[in-house]
């Protein structure tokens, strides 16, 4: 099971300028054959069909624990999209008589506008769906470890590519932070066959051979030792990850893997305005805002909403320049009924 928590993994600067192709770029890193869809249904599936549990505890630890990891990076990439995308079609009240998604035709991917509510996909840079067919499990450990540290490969060969393509500071927030995760990773499925079978894959790190210390958004989060943590996911299990992840990091022998005994805080999101014209979340949203809140009330609640979120009703948030806007207020368009 997945215990969840309603945080991301990192922080993501708020909604600044919509970059709609950019925002299609990152798809490949959610719905991509190497995207995060994938790691997390490869090593989920591994994890599912895993024999002899017991006996190859540390092992099959390792692949489940990861696997929930793979989780959160869904959600992070479907975050930056979203970040992306808002404010690329009007905020205010609008008419559906005056053609508000027009500017929008020469968007990579008009899907995001007309089937998907302005929102992510579970597609990748071309539109095309991500499928099944790019889930490895042989049942082999060797082959599946094998095949997820090439995986794992790949996956930071994309993250790179989408840095250098796209400049919106949501994405590159996203991959800089990706790219060291994605390291560990790596160096996880490296550690772990060179401990099962003697052949040291550490020796292949980093690939691709770009150093990751180079890029300013990575090198925050290697300052605090990111690249050098494996998450336990979980609070009772999957206590032998120590057992395999362990030992000198291959591009720093000097510093040593280590296993963090608890999933990381993680940060709360920025709650996304609404966008009236592709109806997101609703042609009235403060209509629905009122249904909430008398839903609490009957429940015993309060009033108030009890989740957090990075910019609670009635703050502001700053755009990319560090300018104050205020957040868009929603409003039911002229010419529809109220429900």
Do not use: C
Request: glycine share 8%; charged share 20%.
């Amino acid at each position: 099971m997945i215990l969840r928590i309603d945080r991301l993994l990192t922080e993501l600067p708020p909604p600044s300028e919509p970059d709609v192709n950019g925002a299609a770029a990152v798809q490949e890193l959610l719905g991509g054959k190497f995207g995060e869809l994938s790691t997390f249904m490869n090593y989920s599936f591994q994890s599912f069909n895993f024999r002899n549990r017991q006996g190859a505890r540390p092992f099959y630890d390792l692949v489940a624990n990861i696997a929930a990891e793979e989780f959160a990076h869904v959600e992070l990439v479907a975050a930056t999209i979203n970040t992306m995308l808002t404010g690329a079609s009007p905020t205010e009240a609008v008419r559906v008589t005056s053609s508000p998604l027009a500017g929008l035709t020469g968007a990579q991917n008009l899907q995001h506008f007309l089937g998907g509510g302005q929102g992510s996909l579970v597609q990748d840079s071309m539109g095309k769906p991500w499928n099944g067919s790019y889930v490895f499990s042989s049942g082999d450990l060797v082959e599946d470890l094998t095949h997820n540290f090439f995986l794992e490969t790949g996956a930071r060969n994309g993250k790179l590519k989408v840095y250098e393509m796209v400049e919106h500071p949501a994405a590159r927030a996203l991959t800089g932070f990706l790219l060291v995760r994605g390291g560990v990773h790596q160096v996880a499925y490296a550690r772990a066959l060179e401990n099962l079978t003697g052949a040291n894959l550490m020796k292949l790190f980093p690939s691709p051979r770009i150093p990751t210390d180079l890029i300013p958004e990575s090198k925050v989060h290697m300052d605090r030792g990111e690249h050098l943590k494996l998450y336990r996911f979980s609070p009772d299990d999957y206590r032998e990850l120590a057992a395999v992840f362990n030992g000198p990091h291959p591009e720093r022998p000097d510093e040593e893997l280590v296993v963090v005994d608890e999933a990381p805080a993680g940060v709360p999101a920025t709650d996304l305005p609404s966008q009236p014209a592709v109806f997101a979340p609703d042609y009235a949203p403060e209509e629905i805002a009122e249904i909430a809140r008398k839903l609490r009330r009957a429940a015993g609640l309060s009033d108030e909403p009890s989740g957090v979120v990075a910019n609670p009703t009635g703050s502001k948030k700053r755009s990319a320049n560090g300018a104050a806007k205020a957040k868009p207020a929603a409003r039911k368009p002229a010419g529809r009924t109220a429900r």
